[in-house]
Every structure is written in structure tokens, then in C-alpha cells.
């Protein structure tokens, strides 16, 4: 018989585009003891966390709640639920996450067009925009934050072009929502989707969403009850969404008052969700984006100073992930696996056409700290002076201290603000 021994996994410093390290306050929620789903104690928990991720969504919207399952869950939930067979979809694909999206529509019966960029590229609002006058779309879904290259899509001009021609605007929000000032309601922004498990510092296994009024009306009219759950006032509909899981009509009901028993909540990831996002609003989310911004410049001036390039259009970077060029002659996966088995740091390669060519290094939640930004800084150098990569040492590092200095010399401000920010680090 074999004999397994306790569960002891090597302490990692995370420094991917996620998942990320879990703040600690986090694992500690994760211990509390189970409720039941329905225990009046655990629903003032479900709506305690309805009320924080309006706030960390900035919206107003009635709907703001976790779809149990990792990001993709999220995204499926809301396309699923408003997507019937035919109808137009416009996706801009500027990375690997507008393919995902394309697939997902394509799954469930869209007519899917798109429109592409090279990657290191976003799109100029008003190609979108033209676009959409061109395809008369239902719904143009967009990712905000790609964290395959590492850059940012402007969404304020493609907002205001769908509001007026009455387009639904799906955003893939999984990279940025707690990490970089995402405005839902004054962008224009249908329904979005998060992700836990990377600014939010939050395990894996469920994916935040949020939708306005004219998102939930086209979810109304697809109602249906499960048919072990129906009474004779039950809502039955002809068009109903195409899964019971991601049912997002459903789903309203278990997070309303009704309390439809629709699935068995995950109780730990509600605490854990609850905890996270109970750090972020204590942290303010304005010293919270600062404290990202920070720490990202500090982590480009390093990078710099170590005679690397920084990929993509920096104009458009996208501040908790930096996608860092490959230099000629080096082999990236050997680099890697020694950062990982020489110094207990973790950091990604990319996707596609960029897999071999890129190293993408996440700086978000409590990953964002500058000991990690110094720690990861130090193991690349190191790295690349074993495997002879001509490095000015000792630059990158005493660079990022130059940044953190003149941060202390500006009376604790950012570059871009006037504001008194004192991030945690």
C-alpha cells in the first residue's frame, strides 16, 4: 500500500500573470467553518460580497455577483446567456483571450465576425467603432487587459458608439478588475467579467460578474425554471439559455431574495472572495492602482537597466503584467527553470506566435510588493549572467530603488498623480 506523506509544497515567489499569491488574510477566511448555503448567516455573506464588488467594479448595477468556477465560467455565464443562435457578434482579437471569446460565441450559435491586430497592438477605438457601423452587431465583446501581450485596450470611445447604437458591450475584465481603475458605469460597460485569481489575490474558482439593466432584460426573456424545481407559477420560456450551469436568469434568482437552489455554493471561496475584497477596499482603489503603477515602473526601469526590451506598445502597456522580448541566443524556458529552481520564482512564457519570443512578468494583488519586484529583478540577472547574457551588473536593481527613492522624495506621489498615495509594499 502506498503511503502519502503531508502536503508540503515549496514556498514560490509568483511573479506570473496568475494565479498569483494569495494574500494570507485570504488562506485564513478559507478556514472558517462551513454554513449551509441557505443559513441566514451564510446569504448576509453572499450579500456583503454583492455590495463590495459593486464598489471594486465601480457600478451601480443590481448584479454583481461570483459565478462559481474559474474566469472562463464567468465568460461563458454571461455569453451564454444572452447569445441565441444567429445572432451578430463583433469580437477585436488583439491576443490569445479574443480567440477564446470568438470560440465561446461561435459554441453557442453566434455569427461571429472579427477584426485582428498584430500582437504588442491595440486597436484605434474608431476601427472598432467603424466596424460596428459596418456589421450592425447584437454584441461586441472585447478583452480589456491581454495579459498575452501585455497590453490595454482603450474602452471609454468603443463604449459610447455601442450605448448610441444600442450594441450590448461584453468586457473581459479578468486581468485588470482590482488592479487597474476599470470605471464600469461611466465607460459604458454592459456586463464585465473578473477573475480571482489575479488582482484580487484570490484562489482560482470563481469569476466576479456584473451587468446592467439592458443585459438583465435580455436574460429575462430567456427564463426558465429547471423542471425539478418548477411550480404552476414558474416562468417557462421557448428560447431558454442553453445551459442550466451558466444560467444567468437562474443564477439571479440564488442571489436574490427568491434563494433559488440552483447549485451547492462554494462556502470557502465565498469566504475567501468576501476576505479579498474586504483588503482591497480597506486598501482604497485609488492606493491600490498607484500601488501597481509604482511598482510596475519600478519593475520597467530594472528590466531596462538590464539591457532587455520591453515588448509591445508601451503606450498601451497594460501595468500589472510586462511582457519583456527575449534576447537573440537565449534559450527562455532554460531561463525559467533555473529562476524557479535556483531562486523559488515563478514567471511565464506567452501564447501562439509569441510563445518562445516573450517573458510576461504579473506584478498584481499581493503579488505586488516591492520585495517581490526586487526578488524577481535579481533572479533574472543572476539567471542570465549563468547562461552569458552580457548584463551591466548591478544596474537593474539599484534602477528599481531609483524609482522607489524618488517615490519617497515626491512626498509619497506617483508620477502621474497629485494625489497622497502611501501604497502598502
Not at 473578473?194 to 460578474?209: E, H, N, R
Not at 476576505?275 to 477596499?281: H, T, V, Y
Request: with cysteine.
Amino acid at each position: 500500500m502506498v503511503k502519502y506523506t503531508d502536503l508540503n509544497v515549496p514556498l514560490r515567489t509568483i511573479m506570473t500573470p496568475g494565479p498569483v499569491e494569495v494574500d494570507p488574510r485570504v488562506l485564513r477566511a478559507m478556514a472558517t467553518p462551513i454554513l449551509g448555503q441557505f443559513d441566514p448567516a451564510f446569504t448576509n455573506i453572499m450579500n456583503e460580497t454583492m455590495e463590495m464588488l459593486r464598489a471594486v467594479f465601480q457600478t451601480e448595477n443590481q448584479w454583481a455577483f461570483p459565478v462559481d468556477g474559474t474566469s472562463r465560467a464567468g465568460l461563458e455565464a454571461v455569453l451564454c446567456s444572452i447569445i441565441e443562435p444567429g445572432d451578430k457578434v463583433l469580437i477585436p482579437i488583439y491576443g490569445r483571450f479574443g480567440y477564446l471569446l470568438t470560440e465561446i460565441c461561435q459554441r453557442y450559435g453566434a455569427e461571429v465576425t472579427t477584426m485582428e491586430v498584430p500582437w504588442g497592438e491595440v486597436f484605434d477605438p474608431e476601427e472598432v467603432i467603424n466596424k460596428i457601423h459596418e456589421v450592425s452587431p447584437k454584441i461586441v465583446a472585447i478583452v480589456h487587459a491581454e495579459t498575452s501581450t501585455s497590453c490595454m485596450q482603450p474602452l471609454k470611445e468603443i463604449g459610447e458608439a455601442c450605448r448610441n447604437a444600442d450594441v450590448l458591450l461584453v468586457v473581459d475584465a479578468v486581468a485588470s478588475l482590482g488592479g487597474v481603475d476599470l470605471k464600469v458605469d461611466e465607460l459604458k460597460l454592459d456586463a464585465v467579467i473578473g477573475g480571482t485569481q489575479k488582482c484580487l489575490s484570490v484562489p482560482s474558482g470563481l469569476a466576479p460578474i456584473t451587468y446592467n439593466k439592458r443585459v438583465e432584460e435580455v436574460i429575462n426573456k430567456r427564463k426558465s425554471i429547471e423542471l425539478g424545481l418548477k411550480t404552476s407559477q414558474s416562468e417557462f420560456s421557448d428560447n431558454r439559455i442553453m445551459s442550466n450551469y451558466f444560467d444567468l436568469a437562474q443564477l439571479q434568482d440564488y442571489w436574490s431574495p427568491v434563494r433559488l437552489n440552483h447549485h451547492t455554493e462554494a462556502t470557502s471561496m465565498q469566504y475567501a472572495l468576501r476576505e479579498g475584497l474586504r483588503i482591497i477596499l480597506e486598501e482604497g482603489l485609488e492606493n491600490r492602482f498607484a500601488r501597481h503603477k509604482l511598482n510596475e515602473q519600478a519593475l520597467v526601469a530594472g528590466i531596462k537597466a538590464m539591457g532587455l526590451d520591453i515588448f509591445g506598445d508601451e503606450k498601451h502597456k497594460l501595468p500589472v503584467v510586462t511582457a519583456i522580448e527575449i534576447p537573440v541566443g537565449i534559450d527562455g524556458d532554460e531561463v525559467r527553470s533555473m529562476m524557479l529552481e535556483d531562486f523559488e520564482v515563478e514567471i511565464a512564457s506567452s501564447f501562439g506566435p509569441l510563445h518562445g519570443k516573450i517573458w510576461r512578468i504579473g506584478a498584481m494583488g499581493y503579488s505586488s510588493r516591492k520585495k517581490n519586484i526586487l526578488h524577481v529583478l535579481s533572479a533574472l540577472e543572476g539567471t542570465l549572467i549563468r547562461k552569458g547574457f552580457n548584463v551591466d551588473r548591478g544596474e537593474s536593481l539599484q534602477a528599481a530603488l531609483n524609482v522607489y527613492d524618488e517615490y519617497k522624495k515626491n512626498g509619497f506621489k506617483t508620477v502621474e498623480s497629485d494625489k497622497i498615495i502611501i501604497p502598502s509594499m
